[in-house]
């Protein structure tokens, strides 16, 4: 099919969980009802996330990673952006490597899934934690969070909230190991506020978009923030614009997910939410940094 006559196409590369909203379930679902072709890769299988529901089924799928990448490679299939979640081995970060070599003019999105609340996940060997930096300087836009950000420069995380001059340091630092466009997850700050932070490094330009505090913790968020943020620089957003939009849509859900009061471990119901993503408001909440 011709280029203008299909959505533009995004190999993503994470985990799928049947139960417990994050990772692919979140965004298939967001991303396609903004308007990109997404082609899951998934890295494994399991039952449940890892974070409340007890030892789940688990299913490696490397061998399929690689098998399905060199059908790609044969069938010659366009793609217009790769976008890389959890990795789980070494393995697996080799072969996302292929992915961005088979693709060059590709959107490159790294989401350096590796820990939260400045500890490491469970099972991140420092061999995997190094590969995962690599696999970051070869990409367009990286999205960490605050302990994931300290780990991509091999620094030990930092939880305190960071004054405006830290947190435009810390974004000029990430983009100086390769990345144009770098957004930093869940910061803190010392005006008060909650954020997220960006970089442009084509413009030159810190950004922020605010969002509300909840005292609730819901897995699959970054995700979600991710693949949100994703579809829109694919869409044609700026940076700043692509935050914004991700910013207010994950915020609205958490909201609406707070408010029926549901398990927590469930994830975010973004079932009640997702016709806000087809709306064509441009985003306008952000302010530089």
């Not at 996940?121 to 960490?144: K, N």
């Not at 957004?183 to 960006?198: F, K, M, P, R, S």
């Not at 408001?281 to 952000?286: T, V």
Request: aromatic share 8%; charged share 20%; glycine share 10%.
């Amino acid at each position: 099919m011709n280029r203008v006559n299909r959505p533009a196409r995004c190999a993503a590369v994470h985990d799928l969980s049947g139960l417990g909203r994050c990772s692919l379930s979140v965004i298939l679902p967001a991303m396609s009802v903004m308007g990109v072709q997404v082609c899951p890769l998934p890295t494994a299988v399991l039952s449940t996330h890892t974070g409340g529901f007890g030892t789940p089924a688990r299913r490696d799928l490397t061998d399929y990673l690689a098998e399905a990448l060199a059908h790609y490679r044969a069938l010659g299939l366009p793609m217009e952006c790769v976008y890389t979640g959890y990795l789980g081995s070494v393995e697996q970060v080799s072969l996302c490597q292929g992915l961005f070599a088979e693709w060059p003019a590709a959107m490159k999105v790294v989401d350096p899934v590796m820990g939260d609340h400045g500890k490491l996940y469970h099972g991140f060997t420092p061999e995997l934690v190094q590969g995962i930096r690599e696999l970051a300087t070869h990409a367009d836009v990286i999205t960490p969070n605050l302990t994931e950000a300290a780990l991509l420069l091999g620094e030990e995380p930092n939880t305190a909230p960071l004054s405006l001059g830290q947190a435009r340091s810390l974004l000029a630092r990430l983009s100086a190991l390769g990345p144009g466009v770098v957004v930093i997850t869940g910061a803190a700050l010392t005006t008060g506020e909650y954020a997220n932070l960006c970089y442009d490094r084509e413009r030159g330009g810190y950004w922020k978009s605010v969002s509300e505090y909840l005292p609730v913790r819901y897995p699959g968020t970054g995700d979600l923030f991710a693949a949100v943020l994703t579809a829109g620089l694919m869409q044609g957003d700026s940076p700043a614009m692509a935050m914004d939009r991700a910013t207010r849509y994950v915020e609205i859900t958490v909201k609406t997910t707070f408010g029926y009061g549901v398990d927590s471990r469930e994830g975010v119901m973004l079932e009640r939410t997702l016709g806000w993503l087809t709306q064509k408001e441009l985003p306008r909440g952000y302010r530089t940094l």
